[in-house]
């Protein structure tokens, strides 16, 4: 049976990714730094859907982390078939104001780490004929909502370009950009979700069943649910100075006030 390798697999959206695909089936790889939590999760995917789930305890904004996921990547002997891109977190902080080292630390997990992993995983890809990447970037990447927008900006426009040049040759690259959801994101970063009505969250199983369904089409970018769907279509029509102003400095330090 092939494997799927999901990143930041020990809550949320990771972990609900290791599930559907367990539920495939595919055997998974879960991947974060929380051991005692992937080992929880494993097991009871083990138990409940009788498929293989491997615990990869490794922190992708180190090297060794970094390395460690990519030689389960490179192993032909248990090829991973899908590679999932998801290991992320919010900064909570502004880009001046808050400390750099966890802006340096967003970018080499969510930057440099996502950009290794992903020329690992299509290399070894490649060499067998097929494969699927799939990268999480966020709705945010189409506003000017501090540095996390950025780097998820940064994710999409580089998932679009490896798609490119992975066209025809049997490996596809899907970027899913979720809304707000109700996993444990705003609390780790421990900024305040209540500037956003509640209507606006959407559950992790539907942006992951959406995800997945775009990546079997081979389709290079996907926002699940139709309410983003339309936000997202106004945002790519509106001029850069109009999100600016509805998406950007007041909102975001409303969000970081506790």
Known sequence: MKWALITGASSGLGEEFAWQFAA??????????????????????????????EVLTADLATRAGQYAVIRRLEDDSRPVAVLVNN??????????SGEWKREDEALEVMGRALARLSHAGARAMLRR?????????SATAYTAMGSYAAV?????????????ELKGTGVSVTTVAPGLM?????????????VWPQIGFVE?????????????????????????????????????????????????TRALRQ
């Open 129 to 137: 004929g097929k494969g699927v990447i799939l990268n999480v970037s």
């Open 182 to 194: 109700k996993t444990e994101f705003h609390e780790s970063a421990r900024m305040n979700a209540g």
């Open 24 to 53: 495939e089936p595919l055997n998974v790889v879960l991947v974060a730094r929380r051991e005692k939590k992937l080992e929880g999760i494993a097991e009871e995917i083990r138990t409940t859907l009788g498929v293989e789930a």
């Open 87 to 96: 290991a992320g977190f919010g900064l909570g902080q502004g880009f001046v």
């Open 204 to 252: 992790p199983a539907t942006v992951v069943s959406e995800a997945i369904e775009a990546a079997r089409r081979r389709q290079v970018l996907v926002t699940p649910t139709i309410r983003y769907k339309i936000l997202m279509a106004g945002a790519r029509l509106s001029p850069r100075w109009l999100m600016r102003v509805l998406f950007g400095s007041k909102l975001f």
């Open 152 to 164: 998820k900006t940064w994710v999409r426009f580089f998932s679009e370009s490896l798609s490119t």
